[in-house]
């Protein structure tokens, strides 16, 4: 089974342009939330979709915001760009296996750089 | 203020010895899992506990999941190189066990 996939890989914007970030989750997984991850902060928690619904979101500000598919593929957005959104942007997705235990499986990352 | 915090930060140990990471919080989680991840790339999961108690092992790797479902440890026996990487613990919390609040992770590094 394919696992989560996340493009582009790598991503070099400038300030004030937005940016666009896809990914695929697992084959029948329904949720998918994404963190940013820096040096600083550690992952923090962005925002997580299930079935097309945002279910949950994160403490970051209207510039982020996401959206899921109805085939579970997730966009997220980043409008006006600043120097400190440069960050590894993850992926995750996951599938209910047992009541209330979720195990989430992440894609390999977007780094984006703004400068 | 940390939700979930882990300790050591950093630990730089010799092939073949032994290691224990901590992860402590306040507040009690559906399920903590842990992670390792290696640089430029997404984490992976190594392994969840559900419930209080409980021990998990995975070929070297002991996972424990405190009594109150507040913290955690896992202990390597005999580190080898292949294990350098940080090891995220993450705890889900929500009605479905589906909003996870990650630790600041521990980075290993296991030198030949």
């Known amino acids: 089974k394919a696992g989560v996939t996340q493009t582009p890989r790598y991503l070099i914007k400038t300030r004030g342009q937005q940016v666009t970030l896809s990914c695929s989750p697992i084959?029948?997984?329904?949720?998918v939330s994404w963190y940013q991850q820096t040096p600083g902060q550690g992952l923090q928690f962005l925002f997580e979709?299930?079935?097309?619904?945002?279910?949950n979101k994160g403490n970051f500000p209207g510039r982020f915001s996401g959206r899921q598919f109805s085939n579970s593929r997730s966009e997220m957005n980043v409008s006006t760009l600043e120097l400190g959104d440069s960050a590894l942007y993850l992926c995750a997705s996951s599938l209910p296996r047992l009541a209330g235990v979720n195990e989430q499986y992440f894609g390999p990352g977007t780094r984006l750089t703004v400068t | 203020t940390q939700l979930l915090e882990q300790s050591p930060q950093f630990l730089s140990i010799q092939e073949g010895e032994n290691l224990t990471v901590y992860c402590n919080s306040s507040?009690?989680?559906?399920?903590l899992q842990w992670y390792r991840q290696e640089p430029g790339e997404g984490p992976v999961l190594l392994v969840t506990v559900v419930t209080g108690g409980e021990v998990k092992k995975l070929k070297r790797l002991t996972f424990q999941f405190g009594d109150a479902r507040k913290d955690s440890s896992l202990h390597i026996t005999a580190a080898q190189p292949g294990d350098t990487g940080l090891y995220l613990c993450a705890g889900a919390r929500g009605n479905y066990g589906q909003n996870f609040v990650f630790g600041p992770g521990t980075r290993l590094s296991v030198l030949p």
């Open positions: 507040s009690v989680f559906s399920s």
């Open positions: 084959s029948g997984h329904r949720s």
């Open positions: 979709y299930f079935s097309e619904t945002q279910r």
